[in-house]
């Protein structure tokens, strides 16, 4: 396998990242890549990953023009006020797309796309440089935290990706925001960065948020279906007020384990823990950091323990992504 640097990429790396899968930087989470006109490519994505091919991927535009051209019809005013706001940037948005866009993309059923811009200067200049959109799910195994840095992806992926791109450490550290107006209205398919608070601010709205796939109603966005996350040491998830008194109860139940707790800086607990990873100050540096919390704990431990984070602003993203990645949640 091979590895560059984003800002030092030149015409031999991409002629060499042009017929194949790559893994690439991006400020939520490092993506498996591939051009959207690049069959082979693309369908290995869905192999290395272990993905269901029905889960379709979200591609990556440079330009507005990219954009039109991937789009059938006119870009609706709720996203032309949303584009201003926050593209480039961790949002994606799902537009009813071309007919000549590859079905691999769209999982093989989609009439729609999930597209974003992202924030990287660099990036966008290297996918000019290439010309086309590039499609890109998260550079994980299936089933596995999303990887924010290129040893995360190396970690899952190794020799089967040939072409590995660092960026350093992704600045957001969740994947983006996906929103879409649906039949059912305007829906925040998965939280994010961008708010469920800033998305109902700039177009004027309020939104609904379907993260979870209801039973009985077929899902509008296929990944809802599948876990998603989950380290492989237990993660226990401690909601409500008598969090701490739970705390101590598991750990009491398992004093020959490991245990590892993901905190907030400056939060004291009165427990032993084998491992301690802090998280960070604030909502935004949790998120940063939270994936890759997960993975260190996982390496080194036997049990997670987590506190839940109240809903507001970035919290509905992280406690949608430690409730994927709990295996127990305790009230
Ligand atoms: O931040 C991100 O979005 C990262 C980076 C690499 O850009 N990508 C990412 O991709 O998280 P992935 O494949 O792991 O997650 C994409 C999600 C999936 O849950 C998929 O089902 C949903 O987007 N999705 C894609 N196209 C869709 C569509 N047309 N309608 C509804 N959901 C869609
Ligand atoms: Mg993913």
Same mark, same amino acid.
Request: hydrophobic content about 35%.
């Given at each position: ?87 480039? !940037?961790?949002? &994606?948005? #799902? %537009?009813?797309?071309?007919? *000549?866009?590859?079905?691999?993309? /769209?999982? +093989? ?63 957001? !550290?969740?994947? &983006?925001? #996906? %929103?879409?107006?649906?039949? *059912?209205?305007?829906?925040?398919? /998965?939280? +994010? ?139």
């Amino acid at each position: 396998m091979e590895i560059a640097k984003l800002s030092e990429m030149d015409r031999h790396d991409i002629q060499k990242i042009s017929d194949d899968v790559f893994v690439m930087p991006t400020e939520t989470v490092y993506g498996l890549a591939a051009r959207i006109d690049r069959e082979d490519a693309l369908k290995s994505i869905f192999r290395i990953k272990g993905r269901p091919s029905d889960n379709p991927l979200v591609v990556h535009v440079s330009s507005l023009e990219m954009l039109r051209n991937l789009i059938a019809g006119d870009i609706p005013d709720e996203y032309q006020k949303l584009i201003e706001s926050f593209w480039p !940037g961790p949002l &994606s948005l #799902i %537009f009813r797309c071309k007919g *000549s866009v590859s079905m691999t993309v /769209r999982g +093989g059923v989609m009439d729609t796309l999930a597209i974003r811009m992202p924030k990287s200067e660099t990036l966008r200049n290297l996918i000019d440089r290439i010309g086309v959109p590039l499609a890109a799910p998260s550079a994980n195994t299936s089933g596995r935290p999303s990887p924010t840095t290129v040893e995360h992806a190396m970690d899952d992926l190794g020799d089967k990706v040939p072409f590995y791109i660092d960026g350093g450490p992704c600045e957001v !550290g969740l994947e &983006s925001s #996906i %929103f879409g107006i649906l039949e *059912s209205g305007y829906v925040l398919l /998965r939280p +994010g960065s961008i708010t469920r608070e800033q998305i109902e601010r700039t177009i004027g709205s309020p939104i609904s948020v379907r993260t979870k796939a209801n039973d009985g109603e077929v899902a509008r966005c296929p990944g809802q279906k599948y876990r998603h996350y989950s380290p492989s040491s237990p993660v226990y998830l401690f909601q409500g007020e008598r969090w701490q008194e739970n705390m101590r109860a598991i750990r009491v139940e398992n004093k020959n384990k490991k245990i590892g707790i993901m905190r907030l800086q400056g939060l004291e607990y009165d427990i032993d823990f084998e491992y301690s990873y802090n998280l960070g100050l604030d909502k935004k540096e949790c998120s940063r950091n939270i994936f890759a919390g997960l993975r260190l704990l996982d390496k080194n431990c036997d049990m997670i323990f987590v506190r839940g984070f109240d809903l507001c602003d970035e919290g509905l993203a992280i406690m949608d992504r430690l409730d994927k990645a709990a295996s127990f949640v305790i009230e």
